[in-house]
């Protein structure tokens, strides 16, 4: 083969031609000059080593951290009965029974995936099929196909297709194939359709119209369905008694509507994204004698003006929660009297409540069993929240709040949230309590304040006395330092309750202190020992170590979930995995 031909180029100043190559010895040296180059040393860094030790140490040092949980199978509350070993067997290895087959010697299939399955399901009474449902929803939800889920696990009376754990569900544009068989279908009284996105409202009307008898509907998340499955529930559904309409299309028109054919009959009423502009047409056919499940949401009387954002950019102001306007006295709901509107409420939830600073919530006294009020919304006057406590503390089991807001003055007065301790530590019945300030702040600065100086005065009181002998939740996201104290019993004066309280193991179950600062990280993981009985830990943020968690694994054996997102002083590779670490080390030992 011919040589390449070496690149010429014409000079600019002459026709003489110029051979731009070069020679082979340059080519050699450029060559050589490139090795030497690349061999310098470098800085030994973690970015230029190998091992992964230094990787370890750069996540442990760092903020940055995926989702860290380490799980195990939870522990028994007792002896297993036998129905509840076989229901947990058949869960978990559903896949293996679905996909068993029989072959012959050809390879040709007999038994095909499935098959066998369903032929022994048909023999397992519909009682027992629940509790084998819902456990192959939680652990297989991914796996099952929508025709799955039709032949098998649409077991009367409840109707189960919940989108956050099916996500062929989820994703399914059409629910004409998941309507039952017509000889089931006046069976079903429960429909709990949820998250389920993709859904239209004619989809979603279509199959409530064919479940007739539906006493119980659940459309949260359902963000498509509106006004035609109002009209299809108002003209099917005679025997409704709860509905969940939070975060779907329904307007105040619908609400309206539904209240005026069900309204005293309706138990449960839950929407959340809806605004009520005329209150009086609405709510025209109150009182609701039979209504005990109430979520409304918390803008529904003192409504803010449209264009606060607008004014608050031209007068310079940061961007806050609006302030609330006044009640009209010609609204036939008042706060004041809201007990008289719906007299038997047991559960109420008013999520993003903005109300003015005196305003009293009265209600029929000791009835509420859960109260949820503030969370991720507006501040709550502190004088609000004392009212309602004083009057329902004997009835009260489930207690959520968020920012409160203390009363008057330009510094935060503790006398208030110390008013509010006492008044929390008199809820005898009390099982979940839940104090959860905004992260980012409330964009209130008397607030933040409050709640960075005071939030140990509304728990303290409690968790040192009697909540100790019924509290089996505990959740406390606050700006101020949590004290070791705040987990251990203190002497009073009725010396009865002291030796109970001491010689009782605590209840507590669940315990979450997201991002919480613990000062000593030793003594508060000495603290959690007094709490044999607790299953759920969330320590994410905080400054635990591996020594912490070691005293706290031998003293609390039922431990089956425990976050440790962010935790510095974890190992990286003992984050996900802290109860296998901890056998590993019991094991050495």
Known sequence: MPGKRRKISVSSSDSDYTDTSPPPSSKKAKSSRSRKERSFRTTRSIWTSASSENWNTLVTESSLSTSSISTRPPRPRGIHALVRCATDAVGR??????????????????????????????????????????KIFRLWGGYLTISMIHELFS??????????????????????????????????????????????????????????????????GCTLAGPRTVKTILERCSNLRRINLKSTKIGEKEVGMLLRKFGKQLEGLKVDTVTFENINETFDSS??????????????????????????????????????????????IQWSHFGDIFPRLTYLYLPGLLIPEDTIIDLTPHTLVKLSIGPDGPP???????????????????????????????????????????????????????????????????????????????????????????????????????????????????????????????????????????????MIARALTSFPNLRTLDLSGTTVTDDDMKIILDRCPLLSRINLTSCKGINVRHRRNIFKAHLNEADEL
């Open 287 to 332: 009182p609701y004698p039979s209504l005990t499940h109430l979520c409304l949401p918390g803008k529904l009387l003192n409504i803010p003006t449209n264009d606060f954002r607008a004014r608050s950019r031209l007068m310079g102001q940061t961007i806050g929660y609006p302030k609330p306007r006044p009640t009209s006295e010609s609204c036939i």
């Open 380 to 522: 709550v006057p502190i004088k609000t929240i004392i009212r309602i406590v004083e009057t329902q503390s004997d009835s009260l089991r489930s207690i959520h709040l968020g920012n409160i807001l203390p009363s008057g003055g330009k510094s935060p007065n503790g006398l208030d949230f110390e008013i509010l301790g006492m008044k929390l530590k008199m809820c005898g019945k009390l099982e979940d309590f839940r104090l959860q300030a905004d992260a980012r702040g409330s964009k209130d600065i008397l607030c933040d304040l409050a709640m960075a100086r005071c939030s140990d005065l509304i728990y303290v009181p409690g968790l040192t006395g009697p909540w100790r002998r019924t509290l089996k939740r505990l959740l406390l996201a606050v700006p101020q330092p949590i004290s070791t104290f705040s987990f251990l019993p203190i002497p009073n004066d009725d010396q009865d309750t002291w030796s109970t309280t001491m010689t009782e193991p605590s209840p507590l179950e669940q315990l979450d202190l997201p991002s919480a600062n613990l000062g000593m990280s030793a």
């Open 155 to 220: 077991i009367p009376p409840r109707l189960i297709l919940a989108g956050e754990l099916l996500p062929a569900i989820s994703a399914a544009d059409y629910l004409k194939n998941l309507i039952p068989p017509e000889r089931d279908r006046l069976q079903y009284t429960q429909l709990i359709l949820t998250h389920v996105c993709s859904a239209t409202d004619i989809g979603i009307a279509g199959l409530i119209y064919h479940l007739p008898n539906l006493e119980v509907i659940n459309l949260k």
């Open 93 to 134: 290895g559903f896949k293996v029974l679905w996909e068993d087959g029989d072959m012959i010697s050809d390879g040709e299939i007999v038994v095909g995936p499935g098959r066998r399955f369903k032929e022994d399901w048909m023999y397992v009474p519909n009682h027992l099929k629940v509790g084998v449902r819902d």
